[in-house]
Each structure stands twice: as C-alpha cells, then as structure tokens.
C-alpha cells in the first residue's frame, strides 16, 4: 500500500535513503522494518566503525557561540565574556572531550595537534580545554577536523545493522587532514576481513551484494554494480583470506 500521509515519505511520495545510520540496533531496526512494512521504500548506509567523524566546532561548541556565521563566531571566541560563559560548558562531564581526537589543522604551527586527543593537545599547549579550543578554533577560522570515538553503542550493533537486507556500505570518507578517519580508505577492507572472514557477520557473497549491486541499483548506476555485458569494467581483485584494513 501507499505510505501513510502522516509519515513525510509518505506525503510527498518518495524513497528514502539514510546516510551512515550508526546507532543503536534495537532502536533503528524496528524503524526501518515498520517503515517498509507501512510502504516506505527505505534503505540505509553505514559504515563498520564506532568512531564517527566531524568538525570540532560541532561537537566542541553549543550553537549559540556559532550563530551569524564564521566571521562572528571567531570574533565572540576572542571575547573573554564568552569564555566565561563557556566555563561550565567545557568543565561538563558530557564533553568527553578524552574521546575527540583532532584529525584535520591547517596551519603548519598547529599541525603537532593531528592524532592528538583534546586533553592531550591542550596539555601540550599549556592551556586548559576551554581556552585551548577557542584558540584552536579562532586561529583556524572555525575548520578544524576530529574523530569522534563512542561509548555508546557497540561492535554488536555494528554488526546487527550491517545484517539487515536493506543495508549497503558506505565509507563517508573525508580526506583532509594528517590524521583522518580511517573510513575513507579501510570501510570496504575491513567489512571482507573482520566482519566476513573473522566473525562471519554475513557470507562474503552477501557482503559483495552490499557494496556493489545494492547501491548501484538504489541510485539507478544502471551501468555498474554487477559483472555483466556491457557494463563498466569496474572490478576490484582481492584475496579474501588476507585483505584487510590497514
């Protein structure tokens, strides 16, 4: 049947593809499968790591500070009022700052943060957290890369969500920075190495299925994704008992 009005699919008549839908299984599973079942044509990517990916302003600073954009944001970064402010923000619990590592920093004085934790590199700046940020972020007019790991979910979820029929891969690679997210080069690797040949998450042949076929048949590649006739020659040569994610 048609999806339900209510549902935003459902009213405008579209399918529906989710980006790096990384999370909890037991929560995102059930809203995948009572989509579909009520008639929205859903699918979804991940890829196989617990760590995501981002910009340190994002997780690094509350909304209010970025508003009216980069030029005011460095501007209010540099007022001491604003630190002030900031105080109990940057002495939360919640930060978790020991899980954001700093991935992407353009100028050559500040490359020796890449691979650092925030703790780590604002030790070695001599700076507490707060200050050390807003340095960091003004200095760099707000474009400062980081890798942000998680405790939240775990492997089991990783591997429930990579099961389900309608998953496919994706990297989501972002390739600036001297330490980026190891995504960009080692998703498909990892998913034929760890999650195929060590803990036979899925057969190597369904694998295959969610790399290839799966997403060049959801974005209509209607010349790629198998190996037909007059396809595009797009074929990679592995070893399924030694690739892996370096």
């Not at 995948?32 to 196989?48: K, L, M, N, Q």
């Not at 007022?79 to 919640?94: A, H, I, M």
């Not at 959801?218 to 797009?234: K, M, V």
């Amino acid at each position: 049947g048609a999806p339900p009005p209510s549902h935003p699919a459902g009213a405008a008549g579209l399918p529906v593809h989710i980006s790096h839908f990384n999370g909890l299984a037991d929560q995102l599973i059930p809203l995948i499968d009572e989509g579909r079942a009520s008639g929205v044509d859903v699918t979804f990517d991940t890829y196989p790591y617990l760590a995501g990916s981002t910009i340190l302003a994002m997780v690094g600073l509350p909304r209010w500070v970025q508003s009216g954009g980069i030029e005011a944001s460095v501007e209010r970064l540099q007022q001491r009022e604003t630190r002030e402010q900031l105080g109990e923000w940057f002495d939360s619990p919640e930060r978790e700052w020991g899980q954001i590592r700093l991935s992407a920093v353009n100028l050559a004085e500040l490359k020796k943060f890449e691979g650092l934790s925030v703790p780590e590199a604002a030790q070695l700046a001599g700076q507490s957290i707060g200050n050390f940020v807003c340095d960091l972020l003004a200095k760099e007019n707000m474009v400062v890369g980081c890798v942000a790991f998680s405790n939240w979910r775990t492997d089991n979820d990783v591997c429930r969500m990579m099961q389900h029929p309608v998953h496919m891969a994706g990297s989501d690679g972002i390739y600036v920075g001297g330490r980026p997210h190891p995504r960009g080069y080692g998703t498909f690797a990892r998913y034929l190495g760890v999650y195929v040949r060590e803990q036979n998450v899925l057969r190597l042949e369904e694998m295959i299925r969610h790399m290839t076929s799966a997403p060049a048949q959801r974005f209509h590649l209607t010349d790629r994704g198998l190996l037909r006739e007059g396809f595009a020659a797009d074929v990679v040569i592995f070893d399924p008992q030694t690739i892996a994610a370096r």
